[in-house]
């Protein structure tokens, strides 16, 4: 059946529930692109900074194989890779180090830090009543979700909160580079093939001979 004669047909609720999943949608779709961008742009930076890495020994002729140049290009990245680790592991260090000074403290090593950061956001209920609704058999969004928890301060829960701070800029600066390891990865293997191609897909024998010799050559004998 067409999709506006349902739309026409349906009541005013069904029309509303929607109308609204669609604009969820969009905002869905809105976000995964700003963060494919994102990614987009960070792994670009990164195949830069791996030409930067290999342009040298490339000019001047250090390398001359592609195995060469992989061999020199991912060692170059391990070493970078171990670099850009050195300042989230001790960040991370940094917070496990608070951690353990709090507990010897206070003794609260069972204690959920991860859970009590959660204090600091709101929480929204997506089992309440009418956020998820069927809509010819297919369950979607057809209402924002209300707020089951406000942001709260608690000051016994401080050390957590700055402990969980440091553990997630971590986790994320580690991912980014990780990210940034693999990009310069692809693209150091993509030059090890472009630099030394010897393909002859555009190459013409009868286009290639530019020299013909000042005297003839005697007959054979």
Not at 71 to 80: P, S
Not at 107 to 121: K, M
Not at 206 to 214: A, F, G, K, L, N
Request: aromatic content about 14%; glycine content about 4%.
């Amino acid at each position: 059946m067409n999709p506006f004669i349902l739309f026409a047909s349906s009541n005013e609720t069904d029309r509303r529930t929607l109308i609204i999943g669609i604009i969820i949608l969009l905002i869905l779709f809105l976000v995964i692109g700003l963060i494919g961008g994102a990614l987009r742009f960070l792994f670009l930076r990164q195949a830069d900074r791996a030409e930067g890495m290999i342009n040298n020994v490339v000019r001047a002729h250090v390398v001359n194989t592609p195995k060469e140049l992989r061999r020199f290009g991912f060692r170059k990245n391990a070493r970078a890779l171990f670099r850009d680790s050195l300042w989230p592991f001790l960040i991370a260090f940094v917070g496990l180090l608070i951690w353990i000074i709090e507990n010897i403290a206070v003794a609260r090593w069972s204690d959920n830090i991860f859970a009590d950061f959660g204090d600091l956001f709101f929480w929204f209920d997506w089992s309440a009543e009418g956020v998820i609704v069927k809509f010819f058999g297919l369950s979607i969004i057809a209402a924002f979700p209300p707020v089951s928890h406000t942001p709260e301060f608690h000051l016994e829960h401080l050390c957590h909160y700055i402990e969980c701070f440091f553990f997630i800029v971590a986790i994320v600066w580690y991912a980014i580079a990780c990210q940034g390891f693999i990009a310069r990865m692809v693209r150091i293997d993509s030059l090890a093939h472009s630099i030394f191609d010897s393909s002859l897909k555009d190459f013409k024998a009868q286009e290639d001979i530019h020299v013909t010799p000042e005297k003839p050559l005697p007959p054979s004998e």
